[in-house]
């Protein structure tokens, strides 16, 4: 890759291997680097242990979401999810398990897949992109066995509130809808847009991050990244983060987030901002803890730049890794 193409990479999506000694990212050019943090970590580390051991091409156009699963990683491109196996990508092998396509309306329509999460009630896999519905895939044999209608716009985050089996999804339409995922009807939807202290209208309403922790939620984009009680469905704190929030993550007391700024912001649950620690990528698109391995547990960055800043602690960048 040219010096004109790294300049002007993003990396949108990352995922720990099950064992967590591997993190894959995904860029906007439809490749996927698969880094050794074991090399990476290492005392004797050099340079070299900071670049991929494999980078291959998986799609046409970009890999906007990436998941683990206990032996295999999905990547997701346009209209399109594939399936790599850990042991062969650690081998160098790039040849994919399985491709499969979400049932359409018009084979004409490939519209790109935004978010992927695992259910593990039923071991199925949940997909929401551009076709405005999120589509629903048993894992084991690779059917798609139903779609969730209700969003007007696009889908840009998913999550899995496990315990009450529901799924939530946020999208450029400004809701976040609650779904039970035994009926595929809509629980509960929340435009967080028309709560006065969560709106900024001119960022606009779409909800680019979500994520759960049981009993609460954080959601952000447009309006400003909020945390939500979900059992009287309102927001408890606003964080006053400036710019877009694109993740966000529940870590022990913290609230992790990044977006529209050089840093990765330490929220604490009351709403105060606590500390910002400096990145290398200009803004950034995607956070990721590995929680899969004590020896390997880091945080890792990536953005708009070739470089995935990691953190062995939280408090400042350790390293870059580079694609």
């Known amino acids: 890759m040219g010096p004109v193409e790294l300049l002007h990479m993003s990396v949108f999506s990352q995922s ?8 894959a990212a995904g860029n906007n050019y439809g490749e996927i680097a698969v880094f050794s943090l074991s090399s990476a970590l290492s005392p004797e580390a050099t340079k070299i242990s900071q670049k991929p051991i494999l980078t291959f091409t998986a799609h046409d156009g970009p890999v906007f979401s990436l998941l683990s699963t206990d032996t295999h990683l999905l990547s997701a491109g346009n209209g399109e999810i594939s399936a790599w196996s850990w042991v062969e990508l650690t081998k160098r092998n790039t040849k994919s398990v399985w491709t499969r396509r979400p049932q359409y309306k018009s084979s004409l329509e490939i519209p790109e897949i935004n978010a992927m999460v695992i259910n593990p009630r039923d071991s199925s896999l949940v997909v929401g992109g551009g076709d405005n519905n999120i589509h629903i895939m048993d894992l084991e044999s690779g059917v798609f066995k139903s779609v969730l209608q209700g969003h007007s716009d696009y889908i840009h985050c998913l999550s899995i509130r496990e315990r009450e089996g529901e799924i939530l999804s946020g999208g450029e339409d400004g809701a976040v809808r609650i779904w039970d995922s035994r009926t595929g009807q809509t629980a509960h939807c929340i435009e967080v847009y028309k709560y006065e202290d969560c709106a900024r209208p001119q960022y606009g309403k779409w909800i680019s991050c979500l994520t759960t922790d049981s009993e609460w939620m954080l959601c952000g984009g447009g309006p400003a990244l909020s945390l939500w009680h979900l059992r009287t469905l309102s927001p408890t704190s606003i964080f006053p983060l400036s710019g877009c929030q694109r ?17 990765v912001s330490h929220c604490l649950m009351g709403g105060e901002v606590k500390s910002q620690i400096p990145c290398t990528p200009p803004s950034l698109n995607s956070l990721a803890i590995n929680t899969n391995s004590t020896e390997h547990r880091v945080l890792t960055v990536g953005g708009g730049s070739d470089q995935i800043d990691v953190f062995t602690n939280l408090s400042y960048r350790a390293f870059s890794l580079s694609f």
């Open 16 to 23: 720990f291997s099950h064992c967590g000694r591997f993190l």
């Open 247 to 263: 993740q966000a993550a529940f870590y022990q007391d913290l609230i992790l987030s990044v977006g529209e700024g050089q840093f």
